[in-house]
């Protein structure tokens, strides 16, 4: 499985951005979804999952009134809507994919397949 990321970029505090990740599975549902990030500096960390049908999501706490994680499994692709950007949102952000559900408690090694990463730059 391929996974391309898009949509990242420069945006002001407060903005909004939508980010998307095409995916090149033969059966997209067959695979839960995830996005996860990481700052300059710092930890590569969890941010938002969801299942195979999009049926189920799951969030770091401190993300979750912020972002919102979807998927088309017609259009094999999982987005990450973020609102109310702020500056410590600046990150490479990654989606990733796994035959398991990806949750915060997941180990990150053990997660099948990895984005590029797509930078998103909030500037204060």
């Known amino acids: 499985v391929q996974l391309q990321a898009s949509g990242g970029g420069l945006v002001q505090a407060g903005g909004s951005l939508r980010l998307s990740c095409a995916a090149s599975?033969?059966?997209?549902?067959?695979?839960?979804m995830g996005w996860f990030r990481q700052a300059p500096g710092k930890e590569r960390e969890f941010v938002a999952g969801i299942s195979w049908s999009g049926g189920n999501t799951g969030y770091a706490n401190s993300l979750k009134e912020r972002f919102t994680i979807s998927r088309d499994n017609d259009k094999n692709t999982v987005y990450l809507q973020m609102i109310s950007l702020k500056p410590e949102d600046t990150a490479v952000y990654y989606c990733a994919a796994d035959t398991s559900l990806i949750t915060a408690s997941r180990t990150m090694g053990a997660i099948d397949y990895w984005g590029q990463g797509t930078q998103v730059t909030v500037s204060s």
């Open positions: 599975a033969r059966r997209f549902s067959n695979y839960a």
